[in-house]
């Protein structure tokens, strides 16, 4: 059985070398590429970001991304700012302290908004558990208790919208 080949899309707007890095140190082959024949036939792909969701959109653009983007069926998984961008539209604070409806690829459509902090402190920075709905795939081979690190403001609540 070969190896699945695992390709971090290059947007331009990432911490491409840390995910590179964590990824081979489990032992995988990777590859960074915004090549349209490379992205499409990667078994898996990464969509990594940094920054704001309409700054990584322009980017996007201007690497011709977005269509590519759209044009992906193989499981891609969203780092950071790449799962907001994932989203139908990402809530976001422009310098006036008003919220400001930034378009994205609308993969999930569902829109990303800021998560109520309820009195914490933003983001939310941290080691903390999850409860995985039982028999999800993605979390087949962690097991209950696993603790995942976190740091965001932000949150796509998949269901509140009638999100896929």
Known sequence: ???QQVVIIDTGCANIASV????ERLGYPVTVSKDPEIVLSADKLLLPGVGTA???MKNLEQRN???LIKQITQPILGICLGMQLLGRYSLEQVKDEKEQQVPCLDICSAPVI???SQGFPLPHMGWNTITPEPGHPLFA???MGSYFYF???YAMPIFAQGGR
Request: proline residues 5%; aromatic residues 4%; glycine residues 0%.
């Open 114 to 116: 800021k998560l109520d």
């Open 141 to 143: 081979d962690i097991p």
């Open 65 to 67: 991304l977005i269509q």
């Open 151 to 153: 740091v965001h403001s």
């Open 20 to 23: 590179k890095f964590a990824i």
């Open 1 to 3: 059985m070969s190896q």
């Open 54 to 56: 309409a700054e990584a």
